[in-house]
């Protein structure tokens, strides 16, 4: 590959969406300033639907229009998938399980102006009414005065209409990931933690560790001699502040996780320097898409006739931050390995909470079936949130007549554990699922412990 205009990239991506159909869906979400399509390329093995179970990953390139070296891999990475798929079992393992979003291109204006060879300016940073944008999204701590973009805008809009599980966002100038928090609420530069920091610090070092120089922390030393980063990563705020930025914007709005990944010291290297930085992150990408197979997934759904449940509200206890179902109920919550209590709820059912043990280097399938609250006079259910409460009698009974069908007692042992759940447990695990159980089903459960052992057994 090789650094092109925006007019031999959308041919690039015309000529592999035609070539690959069936694992190939080329979209728009708007336009620039300077009126070009911001384009979007998906791969997947049913790339034109959300299948349901299948996490939504995104890469997101050239915000600033300067930091090429994002754009050329992401087309690099598109050819490599498309060549590989059906001959690499990895490739194609990721292509048959996630649907890979990859815009190249974010500001195709600033791109088209910037100069190659530029090391550290700023001529097409910005977008073609000068403004940043990445200082230009919905800030958590400040307003943000000036005019939302068009390319702002279209993203925001994007982020809102799929369920993006795990993001990165491509740039230059340095050889690091930063993760959220990227600003502090008193604008200085000092670790501004998320609820979610060791997720991120998790999924970030997944990318440092596979880049044989981002890993060491001593990414630019000619142009900044006194610049460390631990394993190749820092908190984004701790390292400067940065106040409307999207990898935030990301994190606090929709149920994406995204990172920054800053991939070279020079924004704008020279052409023939491009084959040496697709050799050090061609591992590092393909393995960061890995990470959204960890954690946590599963289908939250009516006990009754188990429809999914949209828009239900994914709680894990002690970190504040929820996300959402899908469409089809389904959801994907990003965890470090260990232990939670995690909470499905949904307006109109009962809350239901239950216990998960996350393992390393995998994702654990958790499933929710919920039961509906009682209804009003007038047969609707009752307006606002439902507090985790009891059941009624008349679910009590609906309950038993459900189990009583045995297709009730599999969906409840569904909701309550998985395959991967039917294992030996220590006295921990072992006590806090049996926990969780009396929390769910107080009718029916009773848990009690005898302090004396007994003289004799009846066996």
Same mark, same amino acid.
């Given at each position: 590959?090789?650094?092109?205009?925006?007019?031999?990239?959308?041919?690039?991506? @015309? =000529?592999?969406?035609?070539?690959?159909?069936?694992?190939?869906?080329?979209?728009?979400?708007?336009?620039?300033?300077?009126?070009?399509?911001?384009?979007?390329?998906?791969?997947?093995?049913?790339?034109?639907?959300?299948?349901?179970?299948?996490?939504?990953?995104?890469?997101?390139?050239?915000?600033?229009? /300067?930091?090429?070296?994002? +754009?050329?891999?992401?087309?690099?990475?598109?050819?490599? @998938?498309?060549?590989?798929?059906?001959?690499?079992?990895?490739?194609?393992?990721?292509?048959?399980?996630?649907?890979?979003?990859?815009?190249?291109?974010?500001?195709?204006?600033?791109?088209?102006?910037?100069?190659?060879?530029?090391?550290?300016?700023?001529?097409?940073?910005?977008?073609?009414?000068?403004?940043?944008?990445?200082?230009? %999204?919905?800030?958590? %701590?400040?307003?943000? !005065?000036?005019?939302? $973009?068009?390319?702002?805008?279209?993203?925001?809009?994007?982020?809102?209409?799929?369920?993006?599980?795990?993001?990165?966002?491509?740039?230059?100038?340095?050889?690091?990931?930063?993760?959220?928090?990227?600003?502090?609420?008193?604008?200085?530069?000092?670790?501004?933690?998320?609820?979610?920091? =060791?997720?991120?610090?998790?999924?970030?070092?997944?990318?440092?560790?596979?880049?044989?120089?981002?890993?060491?922390? *001593?990414?630019?030393?000619?142009?900044? $001699?006194?610049?460390?980063?631990?394993?190749?990563?820092? /908190?984004?705020? =701790?390292?400067?502040?940065?106040?409307?930025?999207?990898?935030?914007?990301?994190?606090?709005?929709?149920?994406?996780?995204?990172?920054?990944?800053?991939?070279?010291?020079?924004?704008?290297?020279? &052409?023939?320097?491009?084959?040496?930085?697709?050799?050090?992150?061609? +591992? &590092? @990408?393909?393995?960061?898409?890995?990470?959204?197979?960890?954690?946590?997934?599963?289908?939250?759904?009516?006990?009754?006739?188990?429809?999914?449940?949209?828009?239900?509200?994914?709680?894990?206890?002690?970190?504040?931050?929820?996300?959402?179902?899908? *469409?089809?109920?389904?959801?994907?919550?990003?965890?470090?390995?260990?232990?939670?209590?995690?909470?499905?709820?949904? *307006?109109?059912?009962?809350?239901? +909470? !239950?216990?998960?043990?996350?393992? =390393?280097?995998?994702?654990?399938?958790?499933?929710?079936?919920?039961?509906?609250? *009682?209804?009003?006079? /007038?047969?609707?259910?009752?307006?606002?949130?439902?507090?985790?409460?009891?059941?009624?009698?008349?679910?009590?009974?609906?309950?038993?007549?459900?189990?009583?069908?045995?297709?009730?007692?599999?969906?409840?042992?569904?909701?309550?554990?998985?395959?991967?759940?039917?294992?030996?447990?220590?006295?921990?695990?072992?006590?806090?699922?049996?926990?969780?159980?009396?929390?769910?089903?107080?009718?029916?459960?009773?848990?009690? +412990?005898?302090?004396?052992?007994?003289?004799?057994?009846?066996?």
């Amino acid at each position: 590959m090789f650094f092109s205009l925006y007019t031999d990239m959308e041919m690039f991506l @015309l =000529k592999y969406s035609s070539e690959f159909p069936s694992i190939v869906h080329l979209y728009k979400i708007g336009r620039s300033v300077e009126d070009r399509e911001l384009y979007v390329m998906v791969i997947s093995d049913n790339p034109t639907v959300h299948e349901h179970g299948e996490p939504e990953f995104k890469y997101i390139a050239n915000m600033h229009g /300067n930091e090429v070296v994002g +754009r050329e891999l992401l087309l690099n990475l598109i050819e490599y @998938l498309c060549r590989n798929y059906g001959t690499d079992p990895e490739v194609t393992q990721l292509v048959n399980n996630t649907r890979i979003h990859i815009m190249p291109s974010m500001n195709p204006d600033g791109y088209e102006v910037a100069t190659e060879g530029d090391i550290k300016g700023y001529k097409g940073r910005n977008n073609s009414n000068n403004f940043d944008l990445n200082r230009n %999204f919905p800030d958590q %701590f400040i307003t943000i !005065t000036e005019p939302r $973009q068009p390319e702002t805008i279209a993203v925001m809009n994007w982020l809102k209409s799929i369920p993006f599980v795990l993001s990165a966002n491509l740039h230059g100038g340095s050889l690091v990931v930063n993760y959220p928090y990227d600003d502090d609420k008193q604008g200085l530069s000092r670790y501004s933690q998320s609820p979610d920091d =060791k997720v991120f610090q998790q999924v970030s070092r997944a990318y440092s560790q596979e880049n044989p120089f981002m890993h060491n922390g *001593h990414p630019c030393q000619d142009l900044y $001699q006194d610049e460390y980063f631990e394993d190749g990563i820092t /908190n984004g705020a =701790k390292w400067y502040n940065v106040p409307g930025g999207m990898q935030d914007w990301n994190y606090l709005n929709t149920n994406c996780f995204e990172v920054t990944i800053e991939l070279g010291c020079v924004k704008y290297p020279m &052409a023939k320097d491009l084959p040496q930085y697709w050799e050090q992150n061609r +591992r &590092a @990408l393909l393995q960061f898409i890995h990470q959204v197979h960890s954690g946590v997934k599963g289908t939250v759904s009516d006990m009754r006739d188990g429809t999914g449940i949209p828009n239900a509200t994914i709680s894990v206890e002690d970190i504040d931050h929820n996300i959402t179902t899908a *469409h089809t109920g389904d959801y994907w919550r990003l965890l470090v390995p260990g232990t939670y209590y995690i909470t499905a709820s949904a *307006h109109g059912y009962t809350p239901m +909470r !239950t216990y998960v043990t996350v393992p =390393k280097g995998r994702v654990e399938v958790l499933d929710f079936r919920l039961t509906r609250v *009682h209804s009003d006079s /007038n047969g609707q259910s009752p307006k606002g949130p439902q507090p985790t409460q009891n059941p009624s009698e008349k679910e009590f009974q609906s309950l038993i007549k459900d189990l009583s069908l045995g297709q009730g007692l599999e969906q409840l042992v569904k909701s309550t554990a998985t395959e991967n759940s039917f294992r030996y447990r220590r006295y921990k695990e072992l006590s806090g699922f049996m926990r969780s159980l009396t929390l769910n089903f107080p009718q029916i459960t009773s848990l009690r +412990r005898y302090l004396n052992q007994p003289k004799s057994f009846p066996f």
